[in-house]
């Protein structure tokens, strides 16, 4: 099972607000950056949200992230069709030697 | 356009290795960090590891300890991943990825995938 707790899925119809939560601990969330991921279907994952809260060039503002003490939570806001995809959040473990660890994903449906 | 282009599918007995590339092309390693990441069948997305071409300098995740080499050429365009001894819970699609320099999460481009099938 993945270190960090995403919900299976989420939906929301065209326009509304989506949000996608991560959970995690002192030893990851707790300490270090979050970034989150877009993945579409049969194409690579899209680094959506780096730092917690930084857009990456071309990423649309109505992706927003934020973290507060050992959760993050990604929001989409105004979602559109073009949304629906798997989102999942990873951040650097200082546990043991040290990894990256992932969330399980996140579903989105746009009804 | 910026691309990471990984080696073909790979069918492998137990107790082989396998070597997977990944050619940076539009882009390079020079001053990034290069990461691999596998997803087994049903399974969430695991780090393996990761090199830092400018300095030759690799890292592993313990469960990878003694079985992984991660390693990139001169040029800091193609990065490889190296698994041994492998075993039939190592059936996976096995990522290649560009990292920031210190920011080991920030996987920014992705290679499409490579599937590793071990069977006997």
């Known amino acids: 099972q993945s270190v960090l707790t995403q919900p299976p899925s989420a939906s929301g119809t065209p326009g509304q607000r989506v949000t996608i939560s991560c959970s995690g601990s002192s030893s990851n969330i707790g300490r270090n950056y979050i970034y989150w991921y877009q993945r579409l279907p049969q194409t690579a994952p899209k680094l959506l949200i780096y730092r917690n809260d930084q857009r990456p060039s071309g990423v649309p503002d109505r992706f927003s992230g934020s973290k507060s003490g050992t959760s993050a939570s990604l929001a989409i806001s105004g979602l559109r069709s073009e949304d629906e995809a798997d989102y999942f959040c990873?951040?650097?473990?200082?546990?043991?030697?040290?990894?990256?660890?992932f969330g399980g994903g996140t579903k989105v449906t746009v009804l | 356009q910026v691309q990471l282009v990984q080696s073909g599918a790979e069918v492998k007995k137990p107790g082989s290795s396998v070597k997977v590339s990944c050619k940076a092309s539009g882009v390079t390693f020079s001053g990034y960090g290069v990461t691999w990441v596998r997803q087994a069948p049903g399974q969430g997305l695991e780090w393996m590891g990761e090199?830092?071409?400018?300095?030759?300098?690799?890292r592993y995740a313990q469960n990878f300890q003694g079985r992984l080499t991660i390693t990139a050429d001169e040029s800091a365009t193609t990065g490889y991943m190296e698994l041994s001894s492998l075993r039939s819970e190592d059936t996976a699609v096995y990522y290649c990825?560009?990292?920031?320099?210190?920011?080991?999460?920030?996987?920014?481009?992705w290679g499409q995938g490579t599937l590793v099938t071990v069977s006997s």
């Open positions: 990873a951040v650097w473990d200082d546990s043991l030697s040290g990894s990256v660890v």
């Open positions: 090199i830092i071409p400018l300095f030759g300098t690799s």
């Open positions: 990825a560009r990292t920031w320099y210190g920011e080991s999460s920030s996987l920014d481009y």
